[in-house]
C-alpha cells in the first residue's frame, strides 16, 4: 500500500468535549502522495572465517545454537522442531497462542517476547507449549515452561521447558527434543526462497506452511545492518515466534507483527475465522491477511546473543541488574596507579608490533588497508598484561563507513583473546574468541558518541573480570568475563560487503588502572553560558528541602550546612529539593565526612522523580566513586565503583560538581573528571543530596555551598516555566473519550488515541506563552505508522497555531493554521533521526520570536522563521490519523522553559 500525507485539513471542533487543558480536534480531508520514496537499507553481512591471512582473527559473528547431528536435506520439512505456546491466565485458562523453534535438545525455544510476556491488559501465569507429531494432526499440549531471558526491543524471547503437564521436573539429560538449525541470515539473498512455519490463527488446529521470496531488508535505529528480512510469505496471527526457514531447512528469522520498518502497513487483514474458539467472530479474534502483502522476520542473527546469554545460564532473574547500593567490597589503589606500561605515537618503528602486508607505520601513524571484503588484518605487541587501562586514537583513511576496528586485550593466541571493536557506521561491539570459537559480550550496539567517518579515541579499562568500554572519554558499557586473566595487547580491522577499507591507529597508551584519566569534558551545556539557577550557602534552612527526620534517619541545618545522618546500615537516605523538573543541570557543592566509617556512599542525585527513579552520581570516603541509576525500582550500577586519588578521604572536603546533561552523566571531584556515561532511562526531575551505608550505620555527611546551574534543552534562561511527567493528573489534563478519540493518564504516561480515520486532536497547557522551549517524550503504543504527531505553540484558538509534527514511519514538517487555513511551511521530508517501531522519541520545538525550530533525539530537523502569527500563545502536543485510525501516542516528561 502507498502511503498518504494529508495536504489540506477542513476544520471542525468537536462540542461533546471539554477543553480544561486546550483539547482540540480536527477532520481530515483532501489527500495528495508522500513527495518521497522508502528508502531500504544495505545488509551488514558478517565476515567469513575461511580467510587466507594468517596473522588476523576473522571480526566476530554470534555463534550458532547447536545444529542438527546431521546436514538438512533440501527442502526438508522440520515440522517436529516447531512448537505451539498458549499464555495460561490465573486460572490456567488458555489466552493467546503463537509460535516456537526449539533450539537446545534440553528444551530451549525460541520465540517473540510479546507471544509470552504479559500486555497492559493480562498478565501470563504460566506457559503451555505443545509438540508437533505429525503434519495432519493437532499439536500436543506437553511441557509448560518459563520465559528464561527476552529483549523486547527486537521482540525475541527465549522460554525453557520446565516440567509435565502434571508439574513433575523434567531431567534434561535425557529430553533429547528435536533441534531446529540455525541458519544465517547474513547470507540469504533477494529472492531467495522461504518458507514460514507455524501455528497460525486460520488453518485450523494443525501445523501450517506458507511459502514465498526474500523481498528486502530494511534497517531500524539502533540495530546494525539487518534489522528485519521482508518477505512475500504470508504471515498472519499466531504465526509470530514461528519459523522462517530456507531451501535447506536451517531457521533464518522469526516472524513477527509487530513492525517492520517497511513502507507499508498490513493490508487485507480482516477478520474472517473464530481463531480464538470463543464461538464468536468478533474484533477478539486475529487479523487474517488475504492478499499477497509484505510481511516481516527477525534475522536470526539478531537473536544468537540472546541464545548465548540463555545457554551461558543468564535467566530473567539474572538479567534485572543488581540493586543500585549493593554491598561492596573495599577497593584497593594500586600503589603504582596511571604509572604508562605502554606508549607508542608511531613517529618511528619501534620494531615491536607484527608487521604484514597491508600494515605500515610511517606519518606518524599504523596503517592498516583490507583489500578484499569480509577479510580482516591484526597485529599486536608483546608483554602480558593483565589489569590496564588501554587506549588508542583511531581515523578512518578511506573506504566504506560498515567496517570496523578497535583493540585486542588478554590475547593469548589466535584463538583465545578478547576484541573490543567500533564501526565508521556509529555501532560498537564486544567479544570473545575462545579455542577457536567466536561468541558475544556485548552485541552491535549504537551510539552517538562515535564520530561517524571520523576520529575517535577509544579505550578499554580490565580490571580482573570487570571490563569497561569508552567512546571519546566516555563510558558506554561494561561487562565482565573470566576466561582470560592477562595476555599481549593489540589493533584489529575488518571488512565486510565491501572492500578497501583504511584505519590509522595513534597514541597507543596503556597503563595502571586508577589513575587520572587525561580525557575531555564532554560536550553538552555550555558551563560557561549556563544560567545560574539557584544557590545555597545553608547559612539558614530554605523550606524547598525536606530536611524531616526519622525512619533512623536525620535531616538539618546547622552551623551553615547542610547534614544527613543514617543511623542505620544498609539504609539509602536523601534528602530533595523542590522545584519544577529539571532536564540539563549542573550541580556543584562541597562535602565532607563529620562521623561514621569510610566505606559509605554520598553524592548528588538527579532527575529524581520519585524514590523508584533517579540517578545517583557518588563517590565514598575511601577514595571510590560510582554512577547509578534506578528505573521504576530497578537498579543498575551504570560505572561500577573504581577508586581514585583524586578524591580526598576520610574527613576530607571534597569539592563534587554533577553534570546530568542530555544523556551524559558526568562526575568530577575536585575538578578532576572521574568518568562520564551515556544512559537515556531518565529525561528529567528534581535534584538531591544523598548518603548511604554499608555494613555499618552512623554516617554523617555535611554539605555546603551548593550551586545549581541550567542551560539548553529545556532548562535555559529563566528555566522550567512549567512541567509534568504524568505521575498524576495535578495540572488537569483532560481525561474521557469520545466515539473518536480518547485521553487517559495512566501508569506515569499520557495516552492520547484517535480512533477514527482522517482525525486530530491536542491537549495543551491552557496558559498563555511568549518565548518557549517545549519538550516531551512521545511513544507510539498501537496503530499504523502512517500517522502524525509532535507539539503546538503559538496557539491562539482552534483556527490558528503552528504545528511540528513528525509521524510513525519517519517523516517530519511544519505546519500552520491561520484563520482555519491550513498551509504546509515545510513540506513532509524523511530522517533517520526519528525512532519507529514503537521507540521513544525526545521532541523539542523552539518557538522564538519568529523562530520555529524542531529538533528530536539530540538532532535539530528544521530551524525556520515565520511571524505570520502573534509571539506568543499556549502550547502542547497534538495527533492525528491518515487513512486509518487506531493509533494511540504515550507522552511524557512534558516540559515549557523559557528560550531567551
Partial sequence: MTNFKTSFILLILLASIGISCGLGSRVTGEEEPTPLSRL???????????VSTTEAPPAPTPTSAPATPAAAAVNRLPIESIVQIWTLDADGELMWSGSGSIISADGYI????????ADKYYDVYG???ALTGAEDEPPKPTYQAETIIFDEDLDLAIIRVVTDLDGNSLDYAVLNLPILELGNSDEVGLGASLRIIGYPGIGGE????????VAGFTSETGVKGRAYIKTSATIAGGNSGGAGIDAEGRLIGVPTQLGYGGDDDIVDCRVLADTNNDGVVDGNDACIPTGGFINALRPINLAKPLIQRAFGGETMAQATPSPTEAAREPISLPDNAGQVLFEDDFSTDKGVWGVIDNLSIKDNQFSFRVEEASDYIWSTFGGDYDDVDYQVDTRKLGGPDNNSFGQIFRFQDADNFYAYEISSDGFYLVSKKEDGSWSTLIPWTASPLINKGGENQIAVIAQSDQFSFLINGVQVDTTRDSSFSGGSLGLLVSSYDEADVAIAFDNVLVRVPGGQREIAAPTGMDAAGAALTFQDDFSSPDPNWNLESGNGVERGVEDGELSLRVVDAQTDAWSTYSSANLSDVIVEVDARKAAGPDMNNYGVLCRYKDPDNFYFLQLGSDGTYAISRYLDGEGKMLVDWAKSSAINTGEGVNHIRVECVGNTLSLYINDTLLTSV???????GQIALGLGTYDEGNVEIRFDNLTLKTSGGSVSGGGVLFADDFANNAAEWTEGASDNSRYVIED??????????QYMIWARSNQDWEDVIVEVDARQVEGPADNEYGLICRYQDADNFYQLSVSGDGFYRLVM???????ELLPWERSSAINQNGETNRLRAVCDGSRLSLAVNGQTLFDLTDATLPLNGDAGMHLGTFAEGGVTLAFDDFAISNAQ
Fill in 127 to 129: 506457559l503451555l507449549v
Fill in 110 to 117: 525460541l520465540t517473540n517476547a510479546h507471544v509470552v510476556l
Fill in 817 to 823: 493554521w491561520s484563520d482555519a487555513a491550513f498551509q
Fill in 678 to 684: 551515556v544512559d537515556d532511562g531518565l529525561h528529567q
Fill in 206 to 213: 494443525t501445523i501450517t506452511l506458507t511459502g514465498g521470496e
Fill in 748 to 757: 506515569g504516561e499520557y495516552y492520547l488515541s484517535v480512533l477514527s480515520d
Fill in 40 to 50: 531500504e537499507a544495505t545488509a551488514t553481512p558478517a565476515p567469513t572465517e575461511s
